[in-house]
């Protein structure tokens, strides 16, 4: 009788291993799916609902890494103790990893009633946890998904409350968002593009356009800027706006920039033996942080034999000027190696004057937004003439990019602008279209200057 007493109790303590997260006591997966599947059952004979939120903490990484695992562990424990104390015991908390926990709601009357729930949880896990010496505090991103609108199962309840979750992330986190069907068809979309980078940069489908800018004074022409195109895995282009963010998040921004390098060196070189030629490229702020960055680009122009006095680098306001202090050792071999520096998008971001004066740079590119408002828009036509004087008392030339329209070309022009691009002076040309301008049959040289 004891012994089959003991064996009972044996068995039950390997159940509740089996079915639990051992550093926090909560249900795992397997337990948290089997009650999600429960619950929609008791929803459907009830006629109520239930929804799941994915919790996700925005700065766990931070904690573990700065104080190490041992007070991050004591964290979650102290996340999982705050979300009991918040609960209902009907409901389910669950982690299923990491610092990702999940929490099911059941018999709710009104679907919308999850989302009070929601949001005391979020403010809630926002305040001071004290960690013995140490107070931490961590926002979290919450993702909500609801039976039945949602999700009809737990697969998908988890998978779409995930999404959401996600998203809510990408928004900069510390906030709550429900689970919508254009979520899903974006982050397929994005799981396509995806594929088609990995399998663009092994099969070579990237390719480069070229847009020529003009010296706005003299109309002649002044360099080509070199812009990202890829070819989808059903031969349909892509263009960078979908490309380089996704490349940026996975890391695979760096094998492309070296791509685009590798493409445009090689052009530049070739084409310089018909004509004088600069190349502007568009870097990203996560390439030029790569530590191989320099070395990479030195080994480029050994390889192709271009000249760097030829290249000029175009990098994003925003980013540069937020970390600034990480990127001016490199922009300053870049300029030792004898290339130039412009900030793209310039217009858009928050520099001071301090940034501009302390960041090695020759060019600012005024974000074509304003030079397509200036038509019509007399605040953006005075944001423009503030940009320029700000760069002739920094020494610095101004290219107005995006120029749609005569209007819009003879404004900058009038205005004192150095440098100019856009449709109406010529579009992104291909690499063959790009060859007849440089060898201009009168017709050719024609288009291109408009
Ligand atoms: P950007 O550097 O501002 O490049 C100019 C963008 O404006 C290009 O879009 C060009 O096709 C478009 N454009 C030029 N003239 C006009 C015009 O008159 N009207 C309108 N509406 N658009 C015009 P694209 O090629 O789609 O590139 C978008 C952005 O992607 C670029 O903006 C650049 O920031 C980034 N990008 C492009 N190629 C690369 C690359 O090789 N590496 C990196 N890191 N970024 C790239
Ligand atoms: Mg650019």
């Known amino acids: 009788m004891e012994e089959i007493k003991r064996r009972h109790a044996v068995e039950e303590k390997l159940t509740v291993i089996a079915s639990h997260d ?46 190490g695992h041992q007070y991050g562990d004591k964290f979650l424990q102290l996340v999982a103790d705050r979300l009991r104390e918040l609960l209902r015991e009907e409901d389910t908390i669950s982690r299923i990893g990491g610092d990702e926990f999940i929490v099911l709601v059941s018999n709710l009357k009104n679907e919308k009633n999850i989302f009070p729930i929601a949001q005391k949880i979020k403010s809630n896990l926002n305040k001071p946890y004290s960690l013995e010496d140490h107070t931490v505090s961590c926002s979290a991103s919450i993702g909500v998904a609801l039976f039945p609108n949602s999700g009809t199962n737990s697969d998908e309840l988890i998978r779409h409350a995930d999404i959401a979750m996600y998203k809510a992330k990408k928004r900069g986190g510390d906030s709550v968002l429900a689970y919508t069907n254009q979520m899903n068809a974006a982050l397929k979309r994005r799981v396509y593009i995806e594929n088609c980078i990995r399998s663009a940069l092994l099969e070579k489908s990237f390719y480069l356009v070229y847009q020529p800018i003009i010296n706005l004074q003299t109309q002649k022409f002044k360099s080509l800027e070199a812009l990202l195109r890829m070819k989808g895995l059903q031969k349909e282009t892509i263009l960078p706006s979908e490309i380089i963010s996704v490349a940026e998040e996975t890391g695979l921004i760096y094998p492309i920039g070296q791509w685009v390098f ?178 201009p049959k009168e017709g050719a040289k024609k288009s291109v200057s408009g």
Not at 344 to 366: A, V, Y
Not at 401 to 424: A, M, P, R, S, W
């Open 22 to 67: 051992p550093l926090t006591g909560l249900p795992n997966r397997v337990l948290l799916q089997d009650r999600i599947n429960q619950v929609i059952l008791s929803s459907k004979r009830d006629d109520t609902f239930c929804g799941v939120l994915f919790i996700d903490l925005d700065r766990f990484k931070f904690v573990n890494d700065t104080l």
């Open 262 to 439: 590798k493409e445009a060196c090689s052009h530049l070189a070739q084409w310089s033996a018909l004509q004088p030629l600069k190349i502007s490229l568009n870097i990203s702020f996560f390439q030029i942080i790569n530590e191989n960055f320099i070395a990479d680009y030195k080994r480029i122009l050994n390889e192709t034999g271009a000249d760097p006095s030829q290249l000029e680098f175009e990098l994003s306001e925003n980013l540069a000027m937020e970390h600034k202090h990480d990127v001016i050792e490199t922009l300053n071999h870049l300029i030792a190696l004898g290339s130039t520096v412009t900030i793209d998008h310039f217009g858009m971001g928050h520099s001071s004057l301090r940034d501009l004066k302390e960041l090695p740079i020759h060019k600012l590119k005024i974000d074509q937004s304003f030079i397509q408002d200036s038509d019509e828009n007399e605040e953006s036509r005075q944001i423009i003439k503030a940009i320029l004087s700000l760069a002739k008392s920094l020494n610095l030339e101004i290219i107005a990019e995006g120029i749609e329209t005569e209007t819009e070309l003879d404004f900058v022009k009038k205005i004192g602008c150095d440098f100019g691009q856009g449709n109406y002076i010529s579009k992104p040309l291909s690499k063959t279209a790009l060859i007849s301008f440089l060898h």
